[in-house]
């Protein structure tokens, strides 16, 4: 023990305060660190039914116990092993399994420990987290949908327990970034489905930037509004939209005009404590800290460019004809000025530049960013393999590959020097686009009840209608969104009376041949 804290003197003295506060448990960890904090959730009547409702996780565990059981006080320890490799941003497998753990032995419980038949401590329940939030469990009840867990007495046989139930071969001692147990196959539409997620880590990620950077300035406000008004009228999550929507609404409160002005009393300086940086675009839930669908096998190598690539593709699925000029407008004036990378905003504006006509289709629009996307791809494919920084377990490729849209594709055709070329059918690209990032997207959505009927277009009305809703959007909000969407929606009727006499200019022929 002296040792230890030997060691944390020397490295105190030798890198000084903020270093060893923020390295701190990091070092804490590779001495071992003798209280780390708990991987399982503790649960409550209070937080029960929403914790499970929004977790991503497609399954779910739940240890029912008592404080005061010895038997449950030594099995903690076990439990605690597996739920490490499920929960957590240090997770080997996030979002997969969501432990959780119930205490029976606290008054405020009883009704939920009851209402799940706890018969024992420890007594461990399987099953989907919605079937947690919305049921119950009772031992005989034919064809439930929540199972006992009957052999979990050790670390080891609880995770080959799950194993053998989801065909998996997760081990106690995965690393975070092992590559095995990744779903790689790029052909399984499957993948999509809770790109949502990382969809919302991404809108996070992109306002946590703007505030930390300070990006915020009076040449960059306007773009930042258009880009809000297209999420509060058209990002895949409800939770997203509202919070862009009360940004909006607050807007002027939060970044006055002259707030980059030094001789300001609304300067920066003294905004720099205030609660920009605790606002949560996409709820409280967000940011989770890790990704899922945009995960990488190495560190690094995806996660929010990724997830940023699935916002804007998810985007553009969504629009009205009428609006998809004004979305590109908007998401490229967003790249320029607020990603941070710089050749890629440097690379996109480029591309944004060379449009000449406007867009009058939402399907021209979403073509051309799968297109902008592709030439990303192509061109990352070279610079990756020649210098070996790409993710060796998802290398670039122009997508979608044709295990993943066969229709996509026109027969391979000879061409006269014998070579082959690849031929897009754009109207399948197109459908399937829509598709795979319109519904798909938010099909497994824990929220999707709350998305209204498609999870897409008519959702709006949707949030809006339901006043029964418990969670339904504040008066506030809703206006805003309202205001948005009118604002997108308005443009989009002038714009499509502007277009009227106007004869079609696009020239979807020049997708083809990417
Ligand atoms: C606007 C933008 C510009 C960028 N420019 C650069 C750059 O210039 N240089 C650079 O080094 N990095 C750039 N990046 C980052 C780079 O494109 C990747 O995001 C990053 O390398 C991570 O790659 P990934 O394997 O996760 O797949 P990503 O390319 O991020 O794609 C994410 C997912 O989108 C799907 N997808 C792939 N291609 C398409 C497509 N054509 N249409 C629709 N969906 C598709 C796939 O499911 C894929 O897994 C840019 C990112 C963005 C958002």
Known sequence: MSSILLLLLLLYFSFGVSSISIGSRSILRSLGDPDPPDAAVDLNITNFDKVLRD???????????????????NYK??????ARVFNGPDAAHPGIVLMARVDCALKINTKLCDRFSVGHYP???WGAPSKFSSGGWEPNKEKSEIHAIDDGRTSERLLSWINKKIGSSYGLDDEKYEN???????SDPGQILRALYDVEEATWSSFDIIFEHKMIKSETRAPLIRFLQLLAAHHPSRRCRKGSAEILMNFDDLWPSDLWSPYSENSAISHENNSLKSFHICGKEVPRGYWIFCRGSKNDTRGFSCGLWILLHSLSVRLEDGESH???????????????????????????STVSRPFNKTSDFVLWLWEAHNKVNKRLKKEEASMGTGDPKFPKMIWPPKQLCPSCYHPIRKKDDGTSQTEWNLDEVSKFLVGYY?????????????LGLNGSKNSLVDDMVASTNAVAVPVGAALAIAVASCAFGALAWFWRSHQKNRKYLHQPHLLKNI
């Open 180 to 186: 095995e147990h990744l779903p790689l196959n790029a």
């Open 438 to 450: 319109g519904n798909m997207l938010v099909s497994s959505y824990k929220d999707k009840v709350l």
């Open 77 to 82: 320890p076990h439990y605690e092993r597996v």
């Open 55 to 73: 977790s991503p996780a497609s399954f779910a565990v739940v240890e029912f116990f008592a404080h005061w059981c010895p038997a449950c006080r």
């Open 326 to 352: 004004l979305a590109f407008t908007a998401i490229c004036d967003f790249i320029h000025n607020f990603f941070i990378c710089e050749e890629c905003r440097k690379h996109f504006y480029d591309m944004c």
């Open 123 to 125: 007594m461990l329940l």
